[in-house]
């Protein structure tokens, strides 16, 4: 039997939630709680629509253009989202990461990116996914600078969150009191803006309606534990999201492009905002030797 084009696919079980992790990208391809999925899937043997899962590794989002200076030079990234003459989501999410253990409810998964014309440094990158029968999925993303030169880093994650159901009579809450303006190229076109009286003001939870949202928010509220949570309920089911101190920035989309629009709801968190590494804002400067992790999770509600 051929092998999927995805790659391996390394199935987590804990109580009454399964994943699938993908060699390709280190994708979460599946994630179910009581059979029930948590979050948009694809098959084995497609490639991840819309970024669906994907990490975004060592940058989240776009760079205007593919062009940014870091450390007295320019640089020039291919152009990966030619509609937009922009660089996108970084360097690996299609990239096969080999798994270093793979347990029934644990994998980790290593990847080396070495230097391209346009990132000429070398990183060695870590993604460790555990399932929880009480607290869901944990995935945990580190970046080891294993070059000479301090490196620009940023990374993210891009599940879409569902409950089964359209997301238009769903209601989304996300703690967040400054967005992120952008421009028709989705260029982050000014300083971040107050959410009140805006589409944007997610934070008492309200019905999603026909709002079109594809945009970075800031200044995210975080409980004891240092975390911010993104809420998807509709139909008498609930989706959470949680991201650590280490993701000062949520992206939210409503997937309105996406190949199934508005089915699920596209929560990003990110250690930067768009276009970082050409403004500077929030780039991770990675030392030799060096290393940046950060943690988020997905859990069932009731």
Request: hydrophobic share 35%.
């Amino acid at each position: 039997m051929s092998e999927s084009i995805t790659g391996e696919q390394y199935a987590l079980s804990a109580g009454p939630y399964q994943a699938v992790i993908t060699e390709s990208g280190a994708s979460l391809r599946e994630l179910t709680h009581e059979g029930r999925p948590l979050v948009l899937s694809h098959g084995a043997d497609e490639p991840a629509p819309a970024a669906f899962g994907h990490l975004l590794i060592p940058w989240p989002n776009r760079i205007d253009h593919g062009r940014y200076d870091y450390g007295g030079a320019a640089h020039q990234l291919d152009i990966s989202e030619p509609a937009r003459d922009c660089a996108i989501h970084g360097l690996a999410r299609w990239a096969p990461w080999r798994a270093a253990e793979h347990e029934p409810g644990r994998v980790r998964l290593t990847h080396r990116l070495l230097a391209t014309a346009g990132y000429p440094f070398r990183l060695d990158l870590e993604a460790e996914y555990t399932l929880d029968a009480a607290d869901g999925l944990h995935v945990r993303v580190t970046a080891r600078n294993a070059g000479a030169a301090t490196a620009p880093y940023g990374h993210g994650a891009h599940p879409y969150l569902t409950v089964g159901e359209p997301i238009d009579a769903c209601t989304v809450t996300l703690g967040a009191d400054r967005y992120v303006p952008v421009d028709e190229r989705m260029i982050p076109s000014g300083p971040s803006l107050d959410v009140t009286g805006t589409k944007y003001d997610l934070r008492a939870g309200p019905v999603l309606s026909d709002r079109r949202i594809d945009t970075a928010f800031a200044d995210l509220n975080r409980d004891g534990d240092g975390r911010v949570w993104a809420t998807l309920s509709g139909g008498g089911r609930t989706v959470r999201l949680w991201a650590d101190e280490a993701h000062p920035w949520m992206m939210i989309y409503t997937a309105d492009n996406a190949p199934a629009p508005r089915e699920g709801l596209g929560v990003e968190p990110m250690t930067c905002p768009p276009n970082a590494f050409a403004t500077g804002e929030g780039v991770i400067d990675l030392k030799p030797g060096a290393e940046y992790t950060g943690a988020y999770g997905i859990v069932a509600g009731s």
